[in-house]
């Protein structure tokens, strides 16, 4: 039996190491999908639609200016955010269907299996998008039979939760862990997401923390408000194609408003991060200043809003013009565990925590990466971005004085154009952008334009 004196200088020498112990913040992750760089007011004063939980939140955290989903579409996008690694290393430029074999092995390190390494309870609630492995294909691509069941999804990848479906064209099919539990109608979809996500919030287990990622549907098609919801917005698509987006828009915005209210009622707002994105640029609307939509490579393709807000940490309406990627989540969670990525894991995932905190004194990023849907590609350092098209041209805009990207200037600077290639292959024949030992390349998925031209 220990003695007083023992008790006491062993609680001693835990509560030093308790003190000594990285804070754990939980973790919060929403992205909207498709939703633009121009279409938040706090992104653009001139914006006709109505994002006010979106707004307040930038208010109340750091809005970043200058951040860039993996790429202009939806599934290669995921693909980074999960793994911090560039899509354009496994070929990955389209989007995937409803029987894709998953594109992210269950080997590789991912966001929410390296936060479960710390302890986090992790869950998925929403689109996944990344591909799932059917112990059978039976049904079609936008409805799959009750009870068929997934052999390798969110749950192999280190989400201990996952309540959602593979994507949006198949809005209807709802997966509860690893099999398919029941059918909704595309308006109840998105009801029944936040519900689920709320829920987890209110029920998880409580003392450890926590980390909910909540990829929505809003604004992607289909347009389907919720009656509440319906010209609730009191704004129409500023493009003028379907009234009903604002609407669905506003619902977005609302069901982020709700995740915020869960964390208020239940007392964790205080100890949690809450990042809020989008997977890639407006479908089909392009918004000044930048050119460029969703699928392309201009800056309006995969410029998205990054608003993150993290109390007594990230300064309340706060900005960053730091140029960041979608990537960077998973270096950045490592970075404030006080932890290290292994060699073989977020090859292109930097951490902003630097960023976060106002410390940071030089750029963090050496250069950043762009891919469109059609397999051009880009590279971004510093105001410079050298896009190869995949007809094999290469265009170099300076993005501070043109940002619409309407000014070709490789002809006027061959030896920038020469530099910025060459720091490309190097990427691509190291496997990795950041600092580390040398990764498998995927020199089978290399770029034809990045050949030399005879």
């Not at 990955?92 to 479960?116: C, D, H, M, N």
């Not at 994507?167 to 997966?175: Q, Y």
């Not at 041209?393 to 910025?420: N, S």
Request: hydrophobic share 35%.
């Amino acid at each position: 039996m220990k003695t007083p004196i023992a008790l006491l200088a062993a609680c001693l020498i835990l509560a030093a190491h308790a003190a000594a112990a990285p804070d754990k913040p939980n973790i919060v992750l929403v992205l909207f999908d498709d939703l633009g760089y121009g279409e938040p007011k706090s992104y653009r004063a001139a914006s006709k639609l109505e994002t006010p939980r979106l707004d307040r939140l930038a208010a109340e955290g750091m809005h970043f200016t200058d951040a860039h989903s993996a790429a202009a579409v939806c599934t290669p996008t995921r693909y980074g955010l999960l793994t911090g690694r560039y899509p354009s290393r496994i070929g990955q430029y389209g989007v995937l269907t409803t029987f894709s074999p998953p594109i992210i092995p269950e080997s590789r390190l991912t966001l929410p299996a390296f936060l479960k390494r710390h302890g986090y309870q992790t869950a998925c609630i929403g689109k996944w998008h990344l591909g799932l492995q059917w112990e059978k294909k039976a049904g079609t691509e936008s409805m799959v039979p009750i009870g068929s069941r997934i052999t390798s999804g969110p749950n192999q990848l280190g989400f201990d939760d996952f309540y959602g479906f593979t994507h949006a064209r198949n809005i209807r099919t709802i997966i509860g862990q690893d099999r398919v539990v029941e059918y909704v109608t595309e308006v109840e979809n998105q009801p029944r997401m936040i519900s689920k996500a709320v829920q987890w919030l209110e029920n998880r287990e409580p003392g450890k923390p926590f980390f909910l990622y909540f990829p929505m549907c809003p604004p992607h098609t289909p347009l389907v408000p919720a009656p509440e919801f319906v010209g609730k917005s009191g704004s129409i698509d500023e493009i003028g194609k379907d009234p009903k987006y604002g609407d669905w828009l506003y619902q977005g915005d609302h069901m982020l408003g709700q995740l915020l209210d869960a964390l208020d009622r239940k007392g964790l707002a205080a100890n949690t991060m809450v990042i809020v994105t989008s997977d890639n640029g407006a479908a089909g609307r392009p918004y000044p200043p930048f050119r460029g939509q969703k699928t392309t490579i201009h800056e309006g393709g995969h410029r998205v809003p990054f608003i993150v807000r993290w109390p007594g940490k990230v300064p309340p309406g706060s900005r960053c013009d730091q140029t960041i990627c979608l990537n960077d989540i998973l270096a950045t969670c490592a970075d404030v565990l006080n932890d290290k990525l292994p060699e073989d894991a977020g090859e292109d995932s930097v951490s902003i925590l630097p960023a976060l905190l106002g410390t940071a004194s030089q750029p963090l990023r050496e250069a950043t990466l762009h891919q469109s849907q059609g397999r051009d590609l880009a590279i971004r350092q510093g105001p410079w971005k050298l896009v190869f098209l995949k007809n094999r041209k290469r265009h170099l805009y300076h993005l501070t004085d043109d940002p619409g990207e309407t000014k070709d200037l490789a002809a006027k600077h061959p030896q920038l154009v020469a530099q910025m290639t060459q720091l490309l292959k190097q990427y691509i024949a190291k496997g990795r952008s950041t600092p580390g030992t040398q990764q498998p390349s995927s020199d089978s998925v290399a770029w034809p334009m990045l050949k030399e031209k005879k």
